[in-house]
């Protein structure tokens, strides 16, 4: 519902840029935005994640689990043995986020949608973003550590596994 109402380019690619984000830690996977995911009961991808999408994955019949995106990440940045315990903080709040957005789309699922006001429905968005951004600092803060001791390299690695995943940087469009 509250999806219809926004059309404006950047409203939209901030809500995919949203999505994708939670993919690093909810793999918010396959493009789709939150608005979308608490709407159907559908739970959402890893809150978070980044890597790329790969033919695999767009056929997939199952959605990525955190665990999948997890270990997908892992395999994509190279991580190293000497990384493993600044990896874990990573994977932790990977896991995190997808718990807290899984435990908002089951609140959701359980009201009534035609019962719910256009008022509550905003504040229910208002709840998936806030715990996005939430997600997100505890996600940035955990990978900043990771990525500054990551040798050159690998930090290119990192830029490009991050550059190809599809999200949008919230740059306004037209």
Known sequence: MFASIISQPTVRSTLRSVSMTALLAVSLLAGQSLTA????????APAGAAAPATAATAVQSKPETVEDRITSLHTSLAITPAEEKDWSGVALAMRNNAAAMEKLVSDKSMKDPASMTAVEDLK???????????GLKTLISAFDKLYTAMPPAQKKIADGVFQDSG????APHG
């Not at 995911?37 to 959402?44: F, I, K, R």
């Not at 999200?167 to 919230?170: G, L, Q, S, T």
């Open 37 to 44: 995911q608490a709407q159907t009961a559908v739970p959402p």
């Open 124 to 134: 229910n968005y208002q709840k998936f973003a806030e715990a996005h951004v939430a």
């Open 167 to 170: 999200h949008d940087h919230a």
